[in-house]
Nanobody, 121 residues
Framework: QVQLQESGPGLVKPSQTLSLTCIVS??????????WSWVRQSPVKGLEWMGA???????YDNPTIQSRTSTSRDTSKNQLTLHSTSVTPENRAVYYC?????????????WGQGTQVLVYS
């Protein structure tokens, strides 16, 4: 079935930009009326939905995220990307990509395994 695999730098310095990618297999990110989200899990905030992009390319961002976050995609590679600017220690978390039914951060049926992000000077 649908598989998602996140990848990232592992370690990011404060004030830098965090960039993550998610490779989607079996399903197409431009079909089936799906939304593709980024979610993170941290001890401080718990589970947070960060943003999503729909099958037609519409983006949805969670305005409560302190770091400016944008979600994009590469349709030729069937990949998702996440960029968070000006990272702080609060960005320390496990980041997941997931398939959902909307751009409001719910209805997830498939998840990646997650990728750990640490923030160190």
């Amino acid at each position: 079935q649908v598989q998602l695999q996140e990848s990232g730098p592992g370690l990011v310095k404060p004030s830098q930009t965090l960039s993550l990618t998610c490779i989607v297999s079996v399903d197409s990110i431009i079909a089936n009326k799906n939304h593709w989200s980024w979610v993170r899990q941290s001890p401080v905030k718990g589970l947070e939905w960060m943003g999503a992009i729909s099958y037609i390319g519409s983006t949805y961002d969670n305005p409560t995220i302190q770091s400016r976050t944008s979600t994009s995609r590469d349709t030729s590679k069937n990949q998702l990307t996440l960029h968070s600017t000006s990272v702080t220690p609060e960005n320390r978390a496990v980041y997941y990509c997931a398939r959902g039914i909307s751009g409001s951060g719910d209805g997830f049926d498939y998840w990646g395994q997650g990728t750990q992000v640490l923030v160190y000077s």
